[in-house]
């Protein structure tokens, strides 16, 4: 069990202290921070209240979302493509005037990515209920509607893959489903700091400010110890890891009002 955190609007004069008086730049992961957890992530959408307040913060200060999504779907989902957004893990980054980001990492993956694709399509694709995806760095092979043979023969190509390309794929599994990634040392970690770097916001008068709730986020908290402030979104006592958030807040609405807070 993880332990509670200074709250960053209940305990503000200790967030403000982490501020320092410096200039915020503000980091967001997308699902549960900007948006809540829903159902169907197809209809996640902002709500028009949290739309204004990132507008109103992006006019303020530098404000980018970093998403495990791929990124056209955080910007559609957000219903605006005028903010910084790392899709994909951090893989795929875009900036509003400068466009596609390049980094270390990428690319050179597009035909790992394609051949396996092909190769799921090619043996499994044929069954009914199975449905392989291609994104920008990574494949996704569906089951949720498939057979229980077709479901086990998913499996065993996937650990055969694997077994195949031990140094180049990684599988992250999901509910029904096996995304196949480029085995890299990339992550939202790596991505922000790389974002702090290409946009020039590593100077002693700018702090990096981090919000996220899943493991992933994790990444960001650990590569902006003692540089900037991360904010876990939720309950920290909850989670059966301990975060290196330094704050919390509890939820999507807090962190809408934390984010108009700084805006002004
Ligand atoms: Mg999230």
Known sequence: MGAGLPH???DRDAFDAALGGRGPAVFLDYDGVLSPIVDDPDAAVMSPDMGRVLGE??????????SGRDRPVVQRLMGRDDLVVAGSHGFDIWHPERGTLEHEAASGYEDLVAEVTAQLRAEVGRHQGVLVEPKRASVAVHHRLAAPHARAEVE??????LAERPDEL??????MVYELQPKLDWHKGAAVRHLLDVLGLSGPDTVPLYLGDDVTDEDAFRALHGLGVGVYVGDPAALDRETRADFQVDDVDQVRELLDSLAR
Not at 57 to 66: G, T
Not at 156 to 161: P, Q, S
Not at 170 to 175: F, Y
């Open 156 to 161: 065993a190509l996937v650990g055969r893959l």
């Open 8 to 10: 960053a609007l209940r």
């Open 57 to 66: 913060l992006a006019d303020r200060c530098p404000v980018c979302v970093v």
């Open 170 to 175: 990684k599988v992250t599994p999901g509910k």
